[in-house]
């Protein structure tokens, strides 16, 4: 992919992040003080569009980022940090919490994230928690039948989780709309990392739209998985 064409399409990625609405090439030049001309930026969003980083929904002149961008989007940002400001606000919100149930690490991912939090360990003894549904309710991208997918099938999640994801290790693993294993979850990114529990095993995640703050959700998933882990050694 061209210098250009990167630079265009995280643009495009951000503006999106940012408002839940198509981008149009006449936004970008207006919004990005690019070093190329309008026609370029249209030329390129076209090309971008062919080779399935855009799509165009019927109803407006504006392009969405493709899973594909998003795949391109993350990796492009694999090595940058979130800044300090967010970190201090999730390390704050973390010190604040009085017990280290699952429930609450669920509630915990879910206000930090604006998604819908997921804990559980799966064993003999299943536990499983969910917090959050009133933010996925807020989003436009689920206003439709996107929100009332994942309610129709969430009696079914714990043990779709417990099929796909039981043996994920401690990295932070990100799946983004049909990368998803779960197919009623692919209109949505879903960022999952395991743990250990006593004799079970654990896993705790992030369920929201493809354009959530992926970095931010990877520190605060990191963060978390380390106060679980120092937890269990106090208490042996």
């Known amino acids: 992919m061209r210098e250009r064409q990167k630079k265009i399409l995280k643009a495009v990625v951000r503006e999106y992040q940012r ?16 070093d190329f001309s309008p026609a370029t930026v249209r030329a390129e969003m076209l090309a971008l569009d062919e080779a399935g980083f855009l799509e165009q929904p019927h109803t407006s002149a504006g392009r969405l980022p493709t899973d594909k961008a998003w795949r391109f989007f993350i990796e492009e940002l694999a090595s940058d940090d979130i800044n300090q400001s967010e970190k201090e606000q999730v390390l704050q919100r973390m010190a604040k919490l009085h017990e280290e149930s699952l429930r609450e690490t669920a509630q915990f991912l879910a206000d930090c994230s604006k998604g819908l939090g997921l804990s559980g360990v ?53 799946f983004i709309g049909h990368e998803n294993p779960i197919k009623y979850l692919r209109g949505c990114s879903l960022m999952v990392t395991g743990f250990d529990q006593e004799d079970s095993r654990g896993l705790m995640g992030i369920l929201g739209p493809k354009r959530m703050n992926y970095q931010k959700n990877k520190f605060v998933l990191e963060e978390t998985r380390k106060r679980v882990r120092k937890q269990k050694t106090v208490n042996r």
């Open 122 to 174: 799966f064993g003999v003894a299943s536990d499983w928690h969910s917090a959050g549904f009133k933010w996925l309710a807020e989003e436009p991208e689920f206003a439709d039948d996107g929100f009332k997918s994942i309610l129709k099938y969430f009696d079914s999640l714990e043990n779709d989780f417990n099929q796909f994801f039981r043996g994920l290790d401690e990295e932070v693993e990100v």
């Open 19 to 34: 408002t839940g609405e198509p981008v149009s090439s006449q936004w970008l030049t207006t919004k990005w003080h690019f």
